[in-house]
């Protein structure tokens, strides 16, 4: 399918890495609606620049996504292209941890990705095929110190993706994770600088990412991609 006669939805566009995968969407010609929670001055600017359409959407509402599909079905503009780079990071250490964190990480990392693959899913297997990317943190290759609410939701995702292309495969549709290292922006940021410090010198890049760097695997999965599905695709500099 040509990138000229395709759509794209990214959850999470105001992020640091959604921001730059908005960016490589637009160079790629592909007419895109975004979706932001509390950045409403930096989505309408993203939204001028890149001439692409910025909706507000609160993943912690369990229907908001379902009604989302509902909406660009009905305006004619159901994508054939999603992103998913919406993510939280709460809790910190387990023994710090509320139920409250463990509900919000969950319903925001986890449980988007599931409704956005079951909805979205569903539209694109109607229309022919199309290709869903999951943007998390973990290949499960590593053995890293991270928040574990965090790292239980991102955990999620590998088996998600598995499951959903076997489902969905058939009718075209790819479902693929892309496995993020520590970037210099974004989340990154909050978690504790040892760790960082520690991470860039194990890396066999000896540096952090950048969310730029980060989109254009996530631009390639999404656009040119013809053959990967339910796999992770770690980029994190050598870790």
Same mark, same amino acid.
């Given at each position: 399918?040509?990138?000229?006669?395709?759509?794209?939805?990214?959850?999470?566009?105001?992020?640091?890495?959604?921001?730059?995968?908005?960016?490589?969407?637009?160079?790629?010609?592909?007419?895109?609606?975004?979706?932001?929670?509390?950045?409403?001055?930096?989505?309408?600017?993203?939204?001028?620049?890149?001439?692409?359409?910025?909706?507000?959407?609160?993943?912690?509402?369990?229907?908001?996504?379902?009604?989302?599909?509902?909406?660009?079905?009905?305006?004619?503009?159901?994508?054939?292209?999603?992103?998913?780079?919406?993510?939280?990071?709460?809790?910190?250490?387990?023994?710090?941890?509320?139920?409250?964190?463990?509900?919000?990480?969950?319903?925001?990392?986890?449980?988007?990705?599931?409704?956005?693959?079951?909805?979205?899913?569903?539209?694109?297997?109607?229309?022919?095929?199309?290709?869903? $990317?999951?943007? *998390?943190? +973990? #290949?499960?290759?590593? @053995? %890293?110190?991270?928040? /574990?609410?965090?790292? !239980?939701?991102?955990?999620?995702?590998?088996?998600?993706?598995?499951?959903?292309?076997?489902?969905?495969?058939?009718?075209?549709?790819?479902?693929?994770? $892309?496995?993020? *290292?520590? +970037? #210099?922006?974004?989340? @990154? %940021?909050?978690?504790? /600088?040892?760790?960082? !410090?520690?991470?860039?010198?194990?890396?066999?890049?000896?540096?952090?990412?950048?969310?730029?760097?980060?989109?254009?695997?996530?631009?390639?999965?999404?656009?040119?991609?013809?053959?990967?599905?339910?796999?992770?695709?770690?980029?994190?500099?050598?870790?």
């Amino acid at each position: 399918m040509s990138t000229k006669t395709r759509r794209a939805l990214v959850l999470g566009g105001t992020g640091a890495v959604g921001s730059e995968v908005l960016r490589a969407l637009a160079r790629a010609g592909v007419p895109t609606t975004f979706t932001y929670h509390a950045a409403k001055e930096k989505a309408q600017a993203l939204a001028t620049e890149l001439d692409q359409r910025a909706r507000p959407l609160d993943l912690l509402d369990s229907k908001g996504l379902s009604q989302l599909a509902a909406a660009l079905e009905a305006e004619g503009e159901t994508p054939d292209v999603l992103v998913h780079c919406a993510a939280v990071l709460r809790g910190g250490p387990i023994d710090g941890a509320s139920d409250e964190d463990w509900d919000a990480t969950m319903n925001v990392n986890g449980r988007s990705a599931f409704v956005a693959c079951r909805e979205f899913g569903r539209q694109m297997a109607a229309r022919g095929g199309g290709d869903i $990317v999951l943007t *998390g943190a +973990l #290949d499960r290759s590593q @053995s %890293l110190p991270v928040p /574990p609410l965090f790292a !239980a939701s991102q955990g999620l995702l590998a088996a998600l993706a598995m499951a959903v292309a076997k489902d969905l495969g058939p009718q075209g549709v790819r479902v693929n994770v $892309v496995a993020l *290292g520590l +970037l #210099d922006s974004g989340l @990154s %940021l909050g978690l504790d /600088p040892k760790l960082r !410090a520690d991470y860039q010198s194990f890396s066999a890049l000896r540096r952090l990412g950048s969310p730029a760097e980060a989109a254009k695997t996530i631009a390639w999965l999404a656009l040119s991609n013809s053959y990967i599905n339910g796999k992770v695709v770690s980029v994190n500099g050598g870790i």
